[in-house]
């Protein structure tokens, strides 16, 4: 829970609103203030045959994750999707499918994963500035080749026993 606000400083306290409980209030605004955070989208990008899964390393780790991103105001989280994907790959997203979402405390955001199909398997459109490597693996092996203990794990397992179902 947010302890200031965000406009004025003011120590918030908990006061009742109608309809919602006990929310965060700004006695120097006058205001409810409801929680903020960030929102990101992490994707499970399939190849076009939906056979193969892609997962990359970024910032100097050897370990393998999803693509993800930010999404930016105005922008809807589909539209995040397929432009992270495209900053990042190269690669343009044919289809993109909502999956679940999570609260990932450590940076106070919203991870919202999806699925897409890509429109290729080339790598040639790789961002090297955002994307230290990226791999094609398959379902199997990117099982043991994604980052331990992580959200992307998580969120690819998930899916994993999705489509197993």
């Not at 903020?36 to 370990?63: C, H, N």
């Not at 999570?102 to 790598?123: G, K, P, Q």
Request: proline content about 2%; hydrophobic content about 35%; some cysteine.
């Amino acid at each position: 829970m947010m302890e200031y606000c965000y406009e004025c400083g003011t120590r918030l306290r908990e006061r009742q609103l109608e309809g919602e409980g006990m929310i965060p209030y700004c006695d120097g605004c006058g205001c409810f203030r409801f929680p903020i955070y960030s929102t990101a989208v992490s994707i499970i990008v399939l190849s076009p045959d939906k056979e193969q899964v892609l997962l990359i390393q970024q910032y100097g780790r050897e370990s393998n994750i999803l693509v993800a991103g930010y999404v930016n105001r105005g922008e809807s989280a589909e539209a995040a999707v397929a432009r992270e994907l495209k900053e990042e790959t190269g690669l343009n997203a044919l289809s993109v499918h909502f999956n679940r979402s999570e609260f990932f405390e450590r940076s106070n955001t919203l991870m919202l994963n999806f699925t897409c199909i890509a429109d290729s398997t080339s790598l040639e459109g790789l961002n090297t500035k955002e994307v230290d490597k990226a791999e094609w693996f398959t379902f199997e092996r990117a099982r043991n080749e994604i980052r331990p203990n992580s959200l992307a794990k998580k969120f690819l397992l998930a899916y994993f026993s999705d489509i197993e179902k």
